[in-house]
């Protein structure tokens, strides 16, 4: 039996939809400062991922990049940055990401509609969305201004409930690598 296009269309349309309005209330509650508890409970699913690329090398100072956090659970650390004992979560993510840098949104920073680019018809659904804060290092407070990208797949939907599965990160790390170590 096959599928009626109109029928097969408006399924996509309403996931397409569907993942814009989540991504869009993720990326508002990121803005507005909700804890990394609250994000990760409402938005994601129960056992999501998050990595932030950038060259391994830099994680002597920036610690949350290059690595893929995997799971929730405690944001206490094993026996060293990478975990020791046990991998990172995605609690650690906004755990060491929150003692290495501040961050400021910038008041035009969340796009409209049009600069949420979906893909539902990909295998899960994938969003990518640039936006553009300001950032500092906590320990230094040098600051600085950058676009970022976030790319959010592996989604999961139940009825009309959308959860996101995984969070890629491109960013400046070289930006935050010199204000964390206050060269410049």
């Known amino acids: 039996m096959s599928v009626p296009a109109s029928h097969a269309y408006s399924e996509i349309t309403r996931r397409t939809v569907l993942l814009r309005q989540t991504a869009q209330s993720f ?4 803005i507005r400062g909700d804890s990394p508890r609250e994000l990760l409970d409402t938005y994601f699913t129960a056992r999501p991922a998050i990595h932030e690329h950038g060259p391994s090398w830099a994680r002597e100072r920036l610690p949350f990049l290059a690595y893929r956090f995997e799971g929730r659970g405690s944001s206490s650390r094993g026996d060293d940055d990478r975990g020791g004992n046990r991998p990172l979560t995605c609690d650690d993510y906004y755990a ?10 910038a008041e035009d920073m969340l796009p409209g509609d ?7 018809g ?6 990518s969305v640039r936006m553009k804060a300001r950032f500092s290092s906590v320990r230094t407070g040098k600051g600085w201004e950058e676009e970022f990208v976030y790319v959010m797949g592996g989604w999961e939907i139940e009825g009309e409930k959308a959860r996101i599965g995984t969070l890629d990160l491109w960013a400046d790390p070289l930006s935050a690598w010199v204000a964390v170590g206050g060269e410049g």
């Open 27 to 30: 990326c508002a509650a990121f």
């Open 96 to 105: 060491l990401l929150g003692q290495t840098l501040a961050f400021h949104p």
């Open 114 to 120: 049009d600069g949420f680019a979906v893909d539902a």
């Open 122 to 127: 990909v295998a899960g659904g994938v969003v």
